[in-house]
């Protein structure tokens, strides 16, 4: 069994800063996003809204029409951009000025768009760090770029499968052990930085301890927090670029886990109240609030 590491709120204040005088939207840090899809432009949506809201300087989006119009609607502030129609690489253009990418939220690998796959394969071989949640998970094992993936559990018994790895035994899901074990061994496969979502969230680079964060709610069990969750983790990417991934990954899960405890009105004694995703990106800005106090 691998060391664990329990994070807490201290250790999320140290990746976490308030802007200086002489900080621009740049320096903040850029995010740029390849999300959504006609089918699930709300993913979009909720991942731009969690890096505006985590404190990104900057926000792009690339996708599809119908998406950017969605991500328009809510966020104006975003620069968005249509994905390109050629038929490979040079017809394509350069990628979109980004210090991280957030791809794969509000995709199907096996419906995604062909000019999609084209850019997430062309932005999985760069050298800007990549959160690689949902739709573009099966495009990780031929990544070469530094690497934050998001994985549930199916989606994470699937990247084992890929990577080449054993399928995990029926009960090592409920063994924090063996999925520590699990966790940091599909990271060291990946070369990159893995957080596998749960009650208790598991984070593990290539190399180093298993950090654990439990800093949520059962309430945030629904529909486009991981979403949000993977637009927080670009905007703490893009803003700390000397930082640990694997440092980054937890701090983001926390600050998310939190949002989702403010949303929710959980607390002692409390049993809270449901919330949607956009009551947990909501709550994200009091959270870095009192991180800087």
Known sequence: MPQLREWSR??????VRAPRPDDDKYRRGAVALCTGSDAYPGAAVLGVEGAWRAGA????????????????ARRPETVVELLPEGDDDESAGALPRASAWVVGSGMDA?????????????????????????????LLAD???????????????R?????????????DG???????????????????????????????????????VEAGTPWLATAGTGDVLAGVLGALLAAAPGASPADVAAAGAWIH??????????????AGRPIVALDVAEAIPAVVEDLLT
């Open 143 to 157: 990544a070469s770029a530094p690497v934050l993936a998001t994985p549930h559990d199916r989606e994470f018994a």
């Open 57 to 72: 300087g900057f926000v792009r989006h690339l996708g599809v029409r119908r998406v950017g119009d969605a991500v328009l």
């Open 257 to 270: 886990g939190r949002a989702g405890r403010s949303a929710s009105r959980t607390g002692p004694g409390a």
């Open 110 to 138: 096996s419906q995604r768009d062909p000019a999609a796959t084209r850019v997430l394969r062309r932005i999985l071989s760069g050298t800007v760090p990549v959160v690689v949640d949902a739709g573009a998970l099966d």
């Open 174 to 212: 409920a063994d924090e052990g063996r999925r520590a074990d699990a966790v940091q061994e599909t990271a060291r496969a990946l070369g990159g930085t893995l957080l596998l979502k749960g009650a208790r969230t598991l984070v593990a680079g290539p190399d180093g301890p298993v950090t654990v």
């Open 159 to 171: 990247l084992r499968d890929a990577l080449g790895l054993r399928a995990l035994a029926a009960g």
């Open 10 to 15: 201290d250790d999320t204040r140290r990746l």
